[in-house]
């Protein structure tokens, strides 16, 4: 990026502000945008240092706004399809998405997560691991801090890992992880990408910049990852990992144990009881996390140590409390059906779940046929809660209850439960229009839990 450019952010949410300022620190202007003409300008503005060079614009914009303009960056929540785009394209403005941007202003080694399910907790444990070995280490992208935030204090002897999503792969250019992982892939946000053809296309983009000194960690069971793999014209070694084969090369599950074969040689890398994370999903998150760092240099015995002390990450499965003999679980990161999948699979005792929420245009079948012998009663929210009984009631379960809103979805489930039985959120939907995002949602559970 050219230092004094005059650039348009589009975007007034934590990574929106996080670009903006990368773009000031670095000597240019900003045009910070915004569709929402409810907000603020003078709290948007006090956000930054007194005289920064930064115009707001709140509403619909026009080309007068435009003028001078070198560069857009664009907020991973802006559909490449928005009026806005179609603006700025129309301006000749080159976009690009806050990742580029953060990758074009950093520097270091490199490793970048993706996948649908299974990203938070893999970069934050892939993180934990790291820190064991090197003392510059950043952990990034949607789970929590912002690239654009920390892309300035990079330096040739730091590592990053970043979580990445299907959207902010959507405007990458020149991005290039040393390591790159696909977890798995299976259908989401198809109201946004369309078809489960494009969504796959661009999560396999991750791999878009690598060359043959970089690696990919890829999941083996997946059946789109395996063909991917194999394809003649991918540059990166790949790495695999299964929950379900024994690998010859990669890490797999061999009874309780996590074990990395190499040439054949077989090392157990942690037996899975002395893991602080439930379920297989877990296990293959742990598979995932141990291939990107042993790819990125860290010692196999550090690898172990860290997978032993880590905990599990805030709204992924996380245990709340024990009341009455009852364990209630925060799933409210499962915001899609194989989450919720892999959640249920999680559980040690009988479910009563909690879920909908906002319309993603998913299918429920795969999760409601999980349903008999496992859950007790579904507690349904949300505008799908019609969409997700109906399909339940096809899989022949029927004990559903409705519930207006979370607080009373926690009340029921307290009365109806049994000792030795689990409460679980675990909603399978967005949590727009209902809450501002699934950390909301999460808390909101966890403080009507506590406060049976």
Same mark, same amino acid.
């Given at each position: 990026?050219?230092?004094?450019?005059?650039?348009?952010?589009?975007?007034?949410?934590?990574?929106?502000?996080? @670009?903006a300022?990368?773009?000031?620190?670095?000597?240019?202007?900003?045009?910070?945008?915004?569709?929402?003409? +409810?907000?603020?300008?003078?709290?948007?503005?006090?956000q930054?240092?007194?005289?920064?060079?930064?115009?707001?614009?709140?509403?619909?914009?026009?080309?007068s706004?435009?003028?001078?303009?070198?560069?857009?960056?664009?907020?991973?929540g802006?559909?490449?399809?928005s009026?806005?785009?179609?603006?700025?394209?129309e301006?000749?403005?080159?976009?690009?998405?806050?990742?580029?941007?953060?990758?074009?202003?950093? +520097?270091?080694?490199?490793?970048?997560?993706?996948?649908?399910?299974? !990203?938070?907790?893999?970069?934050?444990?892939?993180?934990?691991?790291?820190?064991?070995?090197?003392e510059?280490?950043?952990?990034?992208g949607?789970?929590?801090?912002?690239?654009?935030?920390?892309a300035?204090?990079?330096?040739?002897?730091?590592?990053?890992?970043?979580?990445?999503?299907?959207?902010?792969?959507?405007?990458?250019?020149?991005?290039?992880?040393?390591?790159?992982?696909?977890?798995?892939?299976?259908?989401?946000?198809?109201?946004?990408?369309?078809?489960?053809? @494009?969504?796959?296309?661009?999560?396999?983009?991750?791999?878009?910049?690598?060359t043959?000194?970089?690696?990919?960690?890829?999941?083996?069971?997946?059946?789109?990852?395996?063909?991917?793999?194999?394809?003649? #014209?991918?540059k990166?070694?790949?790495?695999?990992?299964?929950?379900?084969?024994?690998?010859?090369?990669?890490?797999?599950? !061999?009874?309780r144990?996590i074990?990395y074969?190499?040439? #054949? !040689?077989?090392?157990?890398?942690?037996n899975?009881?002395d893991?602080?994370?439930?379920g297989?999903?877990?296990?293959?998150?742990?598979?995932? +996390? @141990?291939?990107?760092?042993?790819?990125?240099?860290?010692?196999?015995?550090?690898?172990?140590?860290?997978?032993?002390?880590?905990?599990?990450?805030?709204?992924?499965?996380?245990?709340?409390?024990?009341?009455?003999?009852?364990?209630?679980?925060?799933d409210?990161?499962?915001?899609?059906?194989?989450?919720?999948?892999?959640?249920?699979?999680?559980?040690? #005792?009988?479910?009563?779940?909690?879920?909908?929420?906002?319309?993603?245009?998913?299918?429920?079948? @795969?999760?409601?046929?999980?349903?008999?012998?496992?859950?007790?009663?579904?507690?349904?929210?949300?505008?799908?809660?019609?969409?997700?009984?109906?399909?339940?009631?096809?899989?022949?379960?029927?004990?559903?209850?409705? +519930?207006?809103?979370?607080?009373?979805?926690?009340?029921?489930?307290?009365?109806?439960?049994?000792?030795?039985?689990?409460?679980?959120?675990?909603?399978?939907?967005?949590?727009?229009?209902m809450f501002?995002?699934?950390?909301?949602?999460?808390?909101?559970?966890?403080?009507?839990?506590?406060?049976?």
């Open positions: 990026m050219d230092q004094s450019q005059k650039v348009l952010v589009a975007g007034t949410g934590v990574s929106g502000i996080a @670009a300022k990368l773009i000031l620190g670095r000597g240019g202007e900003v045009v910070l945008y915004d569709g929402n003409t +409810a907000l603020n300008e003078t709290e948007i503005k006090e930054f240092d007194e005289g920064a060079r930064v115009n707001v614009v709140l509403g619909e914009i026009k080309r706004d435009l003028l001078g303009v070198e560069l857009c960056i664009i907020s991973p802006i559909p490449l399809t009026p806005f785009v179609a603006v700025v394209d301006a000749k403005i080159p976009i690009l998405g806050e990742i580029e941007l953060a990758y074009q202003c950093s +520097a270091g080694k490199l490793a970048a997560i993706t996948g649908t399910n299974g !990203k938070t907790t893999t970069t934050a444990l892939t993180g934990a691991i790291l820190k064991k070995q090197y510059e280490t950043f952990v990034v949607n789970i929590g801090e912002p690239y654009t935030a920390r300035s204090e990079m330096t040739e002897k730091s590592v990053t890992v970043a979580e990445i999503s299907s959207f902010q792969l959507e405007t990458i250019m020149d991005f290039h992880p040393n390591v790159s992982a696909v977890l798995n892939i299976t259908p989401d946000h198809l109201d946004r990408h369309g078809t489960m053809e @494009a969504y796959t296309q661009i999560k396999e983009c991750i791999t878009m910049n690598q043959s000194e970089d690696t990919v960690v890829l999941n083996f069971d997946d059946p789109i990852l395996k063909e991917f793999g194999k394809k003649e #014209g991918l990166p070694k790949a790495v695999w990992f299964s929950s379900k084969e024994t690998l010859k090369d990669g890490f797999f599950l !061999k009874d144990d074990v074969a190499k040439e #054949g !040689k077989e090392q157990v890398l942690v899975v009881n893991l602080q994370l439930l297989q999903h877990n296990y293959e998150n742990v598979m995932a +996390a @141990a291939a990107v760092a042993l790819a990125m240099g860290v010692p196999f015995e550090k690898i172990t140590e860290a997978v032993k002390e880590f905990k599990p990450v805030e709204h992924r499965i996380e245990f709340v409390r024990e009341r009455t003999g009852v364990r209630y679980y925060n409210s990161k499962g915001t899609n059906p194989d989450a919720a999948i892999r959640a249920l699979r999680a559980m040690p #005792g009988p479910v009563l779940l909690i879920a909908g929420g906002y319309d993603k245009h998913s299918d429920y079948s @795969a999760w409601a046929g999980e349903f008999a012998g496992r859950v007790k009663y579904l507690v349904l929210i949300g505008q799908t809660r019609d969409k997700i009984a109906a399909c339940a009631k096809e899989h022949g379960f029927n004990e559903i209850m409705y +519930a207006e809103d979370l607080e009373e979805a926690v009340q029921v489930c307290a009365v109806y439960a049994d000792a030795g039985d689990c409460v679980l959120l675990s909603p399978a939907c967005a949590s727009w229009g501002k995002d699934f950390e909301e949602r999460g808390r909101v559970f966890k403080k009507s839990v506590m406060d049976l």
